[in-house]
C-alpha cells in the first residue's frame, strides 16, 4: 500500500465509497463523492472498444481506491475528441499516445505530463502486407521502399505508432505516402482495423502499434498464412498520461503530484496491479517529462501535423 493510500485511508472509512455503473457499461465512478466532480479521466480510442473499456474501468477503480476521489471513465469518440475534451476542461487525465500527448499540451497550457509505461520509453511500430502482395519482409528502413506502388493504410490520421513515425520512417525510405501508393493512403481508424483490412484484403500493406500486432498474433486472432510482417521499426517514446491543469484547485493542493504517484506505484506488488499492468501490455509504470516526446513534436512539425 502507498504512502497516499495509506495517509488517506482514514478519510475513506468515514466518508464511504460510491460505485455507479451506466446502464451501457461504458463508464463508470468509483469512490468518494466530491463536491467538485469525479476526476474524469480517458484514453485515445486506439484498439477495440470493449478491451479498452475494460483496462481503463480497471485503472478508474485503482485510482479511486488509491487518492480516495470518485473517478469516472468517460469513453471518447476518436483522438481529435481526447485533445479537444482536455481542453475545454471536460476531461482531467488522459492516456495519449505520443502525438495526442504534444498536441493535448500544445492546447492546454498547464497541462502535465504524469508518466509513461516502461515500454513507451523505447517503443516501435510494425509494417505488415497480405501474401498476395508479394511484399518481402527487410531488415531496415531503407527496405520500405519496396512499398512504393502498394494499396497502404495507416491507423488514425493522428495515431503515433499508426501513421506519425510510420509516415516518418517511410519518407526516409523515400517514399511520399501522399504520392507513392496505389491511390490515396487510408486511416482505419485503430490498429485492430488495419490488422483487418490488411488481412481481408482492402489494403496491401498497413502500418501500426507493434504492441497491437504482438498481442493479436500471440492470441491467433491474426491469420498469419494471410497476412505477415514486413519490418519492426527503430524505436521512439510514445504513450503516456497526461493531466489537466487545475487538479490541484479542484481536489486539493498537491493532488496532481499524488495522481503522479499513484500511476507510479502501480508496480505489480500485488495481483490487482500485476493484472493491471497486463492490460496495458506493461511491467510497470515509469516516469516521463515533456523532453521526452521532443523528437515527436519535431517529426509532427515537419510532417504538417502540428502547426
Do not use: K
Not at 502525438?99 to 517503443?123: N, S
Not at 510494425?126 to 520500405?144: M, Q, T
Request: with cysteine.
Amino acid at each position: 500500500m502507498s504512502m497516499v493510500r495509506r495517509c488517506r485511508s482514514l478519510a475513506a472509512g468515514v466518508l464511504g465509497v460510491v460505485v455507479v455503473l451506466s446502464a451501457a457499461g461504458c463508464s463508470s465512478s468509483v469512490g468518494v463523492e466530491e463536491e467538485d466532480g469525479p476526476l474524469r479521466m480517458s484514453a485515445i480510442p486506439d484498439v477495440d472498444p470493449s478491451d479498452l473499456a475494460e483496462r481503463e474501468e480497471a485503472m478508474a477503480a485503482y485510482l479511486a481506491e488509491e487518492l480516495d476521489v470518485a473517478v469516472e471513465y468517460v469513453p471518447v469518440s476518436d483522438y481529435a475528441a481526447s485533445v479537444s475534451l482536455l481542453g475545454t476542461g471536460d476531461l482531467d487525465l488522459v492516456f495519449y499516445g505520443g502525438l495526442t500527448g504534444v498536441q493535448a499540451r500544445l492546447r492546454t497550457e498547464g497541462a502535465r505530463v504524469l508518466a509513461q509505461r516502461d515500454i513507451d520509453e523505447r517503443f516501435r511500430s510494425v509494417f505488415i502486407a497480405h501474401r498476395d502482395a508479394g511484399l518481402e519482409p527487410v531488415d531496415d528502413v531503407a527496405g520500405l521502399s519496396e512499398l512504393a506502388g502498394s494499396r497502404f493504410t495507416f491507423g488514425s490520421e493522428s495515431s503515433t505508432s499508426g501513421r506519425l513515425m510510420p509516415a516518418y520512417f517511410l519518407e526516409q525510405a523515400g517514399i511520399d505516402p501522399e504520392a507513392d501508393f496505389a491511390g490515396a493512403p487510408g486511416f482505419s481508424g485503430s490498429h485492430d482495423l488495419t490488422i483487418d483490412l490488411v488481412e481481408a484484403g482492402s489494403y496491401e500493406a498497413g502500418a501500426l502499434n507493434l504492441q497491437v500486432w504482438q498481442a493479436r498474433t500471440e492470441a491467433g486472432t491474426v491469420d498469419t498464412d494471410t497476412v505477415r510482417e514486413i519490418m519492426r521499426t527503430p524505436a521512439y517514446a510514445d504513450y503516456h498520461w497526461v493531466g489537466a491543469p487545475g487538479l490541484d484547485e479542484r481536489f486539493g493542493g498537491g493532488f496532481t503530484d499524488d495522481l503522479r504517484q499513484a500511476l507510479l506505484d502501480v508496480d505489480g506488488s500485488d495481483a490487482e496491479e500485476t493484472a493491471l499492468l497486463e492490460q496495458y501490455g506493461a511491467e510497470a509504470i515509469v516516469p516521463a517529462e515533456p523532453g521526452d516526446y521532443e523528437r515527436i513534436e519535431e517529426i509532427a512539425r515537419t510532417l504538417d501535423l502540428i502547426r
